[in-house]
């Protein structure tokens, strides 16, 4: 059924004369892959996009989204913790399949390797923290999309797991996902299966076809007009992967009541203030946000169904924080839109913008991802500063029983100095907009 909406509607793209992206990307896909197996499947818009910049980045390396737990030394047993990971990965299309392109055309091929998990020495004098970031950057461009690193400092009483996936095999409601099926997995002592069944399959397949259709629907002239007025402004300020990182933490109150449903246009003005603040620059920032979800109607397969939103952060802080949700509000009802839709629509009203971001903010709500617990044992979730960054400007925040704001910067482009002022106004930002009602 979704195909054939997925169909229809790539018909009348053609028929009105758009270049749609998605569009063109599925006629390929059904040009190469036409006599092929059940699985092989098509890739979302983010996967590809992650895939376009994992070809651009040295190295190959992928993007990469990984959580981090502390337990009580001796707490994982590492084999039963490999089993249960193989278990899970095994399960899902999109973790034990491998990522291939077919006549210049990205697709997924399910049956690939699987799942990781494995040990990580730290050096003499080191530490579990600097072992993982070590193991983290050596990470395998050809290697399994879901890997398990389990390090420990020969002198301390800690041992730091850390569980790592390919983004473009993943999203925020994905992880969630993993970590409780791995949790269940381990308590059972599950053995791994031989791989998706025919019904996982088919489910995935119509979650991607779903999501799909989506972006092809969005990719209109009514979308590229928005986008235009919304970005016609950017002028590229950052832009490049950075490797050497660093990293401020504070913790707010958990907001409560009408500030709640503000947290996100808050954040959208309080990393606006700070990407200034570094940049030295007037001029608005192209600050990115993921969003997504599954589409009406999809099955809840889990894999990377999301998109990446620009901002087009004012120097601030605003004075009307309703004028910017509004704004923001408007921005989601034009989700779909594929990014490079976006890039085209902005440049053609006059952006100077190659369509790399300036800035990243993401935004994780912890009710919906609780912490992993191995041996009924809850792991204590943790943060390691230095990893490298696809931007200069990286603020991470998590919403739960308080909010954890995160912000990582490129230290050899901006000061240690100038990135704690920048922190430093960002929460101020966010105390004044979420401040409690008098």
């Not at 970031?133 to 398990?148: C, I, N, S, V």
Request: glycine letters at 10%; charged letters at 20%; a negative charge.
């Amino acid at each position: 059924m979704h195909a054939s909406r997925t169909a229809a509607r790539t018909a009348r793209n053609t028929a009105r004369g758009s270049a749609g992206i998605t569009a063109a990307y599925l006629a390929r896909y059904r040009a190469v892959t036409a006599d092929a197996p059940d699985s092989v499947l098509p890739l979302t818009g983010a996967q590809r996009r992650f895939l376009i910049t994992r070809r651009l980045t040295p190295g190959g390396r992928p993007e990469i989204v990984p959580v981090f737990f502390a337990y009580p030394r001796g707490t994982v047993d590492l084999p039963r913790l490999r089993r249960a990971a193989t278990a899970v990965a095994a399960r899902h299309p999109a973790l034990c399949g491998g990522f291939a392109t077919v006549r210049g055309t990205p697709l997924l091929r399910v049956g690939g390797p699987s799942a990781e998990a494995a040990p990580v020495a730290a050096a003499p004098g080191g530490t579990a923290r600097e072992a993982l970031r070590r193991a983290l950057l050596d990470w395998p461009a050809d290697g399994p999309a879901l890997r398990l690193l389990l390090a420990e400092a020969p002198d301390g009483d800690e041992e730091l797991l850390a569980v790592a996936l390919d983004h473009a095999a993943c999203d925020e409601q994905a992880l969630g996902t993993v970590t409780a099926e791995l949790a269940e997995a381990y308590a059972q002592g599950e053995e791994p299966g031989a791989g998706p069944d025919p019904a996982a399959l088919a489910a995935y397949r119509e979650a991607v076809e779903c999501q799909l259709a989506a972006e092809d629907a969005a990719s209109t002239p009514a979308a590229d007009a928005h986008w235009g007025r919304r970005l016609g402004g950017l002028a590229g300020v950052g832009g490049s992967p950075v490797q050497s990182t660093g990293m401020l933490t504070h913790r707010l109150p958990a907001a409560t009541g009408a500030a709640r449903g503000a947290v996100f246009p808050a954040l959208l003005d309080a990393v606006s203030v700070a990407g200034h603040r570094l940049y030295g620059t007037d001029a608005p920032l192209a600050l990115g946000y993921p969003w997504g979800g599954r589409p009406p109607g999809a099955p809840a397969a889990l894999g990377c169904f999301l998109n990446t939103l620009v901002h087009p952060g004012a120097p601030g802080p605003t004075g009307d924080l309703d004028a910017l949700a509004d704004a923001w509000w408007d921005d989601l009802d034009h989700a779909d839109t594929p990014f490079d839709e976006v890039v085209r629509a902005a440049r053609g009203a006059g952006a100077a913008w190659t369509g790399a971001l300036d800035g990243l903010l993401t935004l994780e709500d912890l009710h919906r991802r609780p912490p992993l617990t191995l041996a009924g044992v809850p792991g204590r979730e943790t943060h390691l500063a230095g990893r490298p960054l696809p931007v200069p400007l990286a603020v991470s925040a998590s919403h739960g029983d308080d909010l954890l704001v995160r912000l990582a910067w490129d230290r050899e482009r901006f000061p240690d100095a100038t990135a704690e002022a920048a922190f430093d106004s960002l929460l101020g930002t966010l105390r004044h907009h979420l401040r409690p009602a008098a």
